[in-house]
């Protein structure tokens, strides 16, 4: 780690990014098939992501790339932070008049990706969004803390504003008409749960033949197991080696 800091910090002009080496995990810690405790991609999540928590270094092991498709099928990205996973999937919070928002609406293909750097893990996940129950979202939207709530209230996300002494008016006068106490309104904003279709384990080996194990679940796809390249999982789920 310090040979690769003192190489970055030489200089960055001159240094190129495809000399960038990072050690990845060693042939013996494998993330092999008998790994995997329990066959459900939910249940593995979890363990990843307490591991994750667990990792020094790994600041906010529940920020996620949130990818979405315009009307157009033109793809975009973003952070979002992943605020709760259950059987059903993975929930995360935002201003439903968004761009991502908007682009769910016409299309609620969605995928997700997570990097855990020091572990050298990564998780894919692809599925549907559809928004959570508005109780649910007012829930959640007053557990947060207030200048949070407030916050929401005040920016338009996505929307086109002069400056940030704009932001900062609209925050001032939001805070002055509800004083210390008045309950923040819920905005236009909630959470969206991602119905999982397939998730995707990762995990980079220094010789980059990476682990790479998929888990799919549609309709009838339990007929695709064969024992050799798509092996049954448990509720409902097939999964499958990928080459890396
Ligand atoms: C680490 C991180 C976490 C973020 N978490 C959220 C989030 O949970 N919800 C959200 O709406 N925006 C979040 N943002 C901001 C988004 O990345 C993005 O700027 C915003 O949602 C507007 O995206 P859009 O215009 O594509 O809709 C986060 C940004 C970062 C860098």
Redesign the pocket.
Known sequence: MNQLLKIRKMSTASVPLSALRMKYMEKKEAFLEENIRVKEPINLFNEWMSQAMQTEGIL?PN?ASLA?VNSKGCP?N????L?DVTTDGFT????YG????N?IENNNNVAMTLYWCPLRRSVRIEGTAEKIPKEDSLKYFHERPRASQIGALASE??SRIPSRQHLDQIEKKIKQDLGDDKEVPLPNWGGYLIRPRLIEFWQGQTDRLHDRIVFRKHAGVEKEVDNVLIHPAENGWVYERLAP
Request: hydrophobic share 35%; charged share 30%; aromatic share 16%.
């Open positions: 906010e920020a979405t975009s973003r952070f979002v932070l605020k995360f919070f935002t201003n968004s761009r991502k928002a682009d996300q996505s």
